[in-house]
């Protein structure tokens, strides 16, 4: 087989891997392209080339493994995109059903959650700690309290 051959089995595993994400075909097409650029300076017997190409292909499949082993960690400070309770963390809401015992419930944005925290009254202000499950760990805010409906006001302008 020629090692344009190589390069032609290379790019057409490569593209798939574009159809197909995730199947780590990457590494597969860079064991074809390491084939064909040893063939090109090298040219071998087919045996040798199919050996060279399985070599290469295992090489790179498992240098493919630690590279998404390293980079599949994200950073403790990193939102992950669909981790709404990650997004809640430092968020800022007000008590809507007293907490008593350490348990009451809290609104965030649109939405109420039961909360864990200190007593509060209703209408405190409270700030998102943690969230464990469904419930939100929540203390003391020291500011102002947040409206818990929005409010429009209209001005008139004068002619």
């Not at 007593?119 to 469904?134: A, K, Q």
Request: glycine share 12%; proline share 6%; charged share 10%.
């Amino acid at each position: 087989m020629p090692w344009w051959g190589w390069a032609i089995v290379a790019v057409v595993v490569g593209l798939a891997e574009l159809q197909l994400p995730g199947s780590y075909l990457i590494w597969i097409a860079l064991g074809a392209a390491l084939t064909a650029g040893l063939c090109a300076a090298h040219p071998v017997g087919l045996e040798w080339q199919l050996a060279t190409f399985a070599l290469a292909a295992a090489a790179c499949c498992v240098a493919g493994y630690f590279v998404y082993r390293r980079g599949g960690h994200l950073p403790v400070h990193a939102m992950p995109l669909n981790d709404r309770t990650m997004s809640m963390v430092g968020a800022r809401g007000v008590v809507c059903a007293g907490i008593v015992n350490g348990e009451g419930k809290v609104r965030l944005g649109d939405s109420i959650w039961i909360a864990e925290g200190p007593n509060l009254d209703e209408g405190s202000p409270v700030i998102v700690r943690s969230v464990r499950g469904t419930r939100v760990v929540v203390s003391a805010a020291a500011s102002a309290p947040i409206p818990t409906t929005p409010t429009i006001s209209i001005v008139e302008s004068g002619k």
